[in-house]
């Protein structure tokens, strides 16, 4: 079975300051990795993967992750953060291979706070 | 444009009820899904259908029910079984077999008791 910790439930950060939000999953199998954004009252919406090759993806906005195999991790960062980008972010894995996203499995959840 | 539709965007449930959330997308996915979010949680499974007229239960199918006559259609019944139905509640689309690198949300609903 998988799961997935996201360690932080909330995270205040100052404009154009750098963050880091921070997943951490467990998994008797190999995953593939992602991370979401969820604005108020939106729906979900794919800030980057990763499924093989280089450990370090880049994401939509400016975001960006780093597949730690032996650490198990797969923390997201920003260098400068905009006010735009206060939302929910969702980590979530998957069992490869990824027949069918009925298995998904999500962290719950980390709200970033861009203060001005 | 393509996409995933949900409505309404709010509804409200009393006592005893049942209340159907819709589902419609126009992106041609064989794969369709039903996620509940509650504050503070990830968001869990329900239900899910990889084709038309066959559907499986998720992590929490317990007090909903779905029916998926049409590709495009896919909704959601909240029964008076489901004794804590209120939360946010999202539905999700795929080309069957792609995994969750390729699945589309929609705008989600948000459901409360009165």
């Known amino acids: 079975a998988q799961s997935v910790t996201q360690l932080d439930s909330q995270v205040p950060v100052f404009e154009e300051a750098p963050v880091e939000l921070r997943c951490n999953y467990s998994s008797s199998v190999s995953v593939y990795l992602f991370w979401y954004v969820q604005y108020p009252n939106q729906g979900l919406q794919l800030l980057l993967k990763?499924?093989?090759?280089?450990?370090l993806v880049k994401g939509i906005n400016g975001f960006e992750a780093e597949f730690n195999k032996s650490q198990t991790s797969f923390h997201l960062r920003k260098p400068s953060v905009h006010i735009s980008d206060t939302a929910e972010y969702f980590c979530a894995v998957t069992p490869r291979p990824a027949a069918g996203a009925n298995n998904l499995f999500f962290g719950t959840g980390t709200r970033l706070t861009v203060i001005p | 444009d393509g996409g995933i539709t949900q409505s309404p965007k709010y509804l409200f449930r009393k006592e005893g009820q049942n209340v159907t959330l819709s589902c419609e997308q126009n992106?041609?996915?064989?794969?369709m899904y039903w996620y509940r979010q509650d504050p503070g949680q990830g968001l869990r499974l329900i239900y899910y259908s990889q084709i038309v007229n066959d559907f499986q239960k998720g992590d929490i199918a317990e007090g909903y029910s779905v029916s998926r006559e049409k590709k495009e259609s896919f909704p959601l019944t909240v029964t008076s079984a489901q004794k804590n139905p209120t939360a946010f509640y999202l539905c999700?689309?795929?080309?069957?077999?792609?995994?969750?690198?390729?699945?589309?949300f929609g705008s989600g609903t948000q459901l409360s008791v009165l």
């Open positions: 999700a689309s795929s080309i069957a077999g792609t995994g969750a690198e390729k699945l589309f």
């Open positions: 992106l041609n996915h064989d794969a």
């Open positions: 990763y499924l093989s090759g280089s450990t």
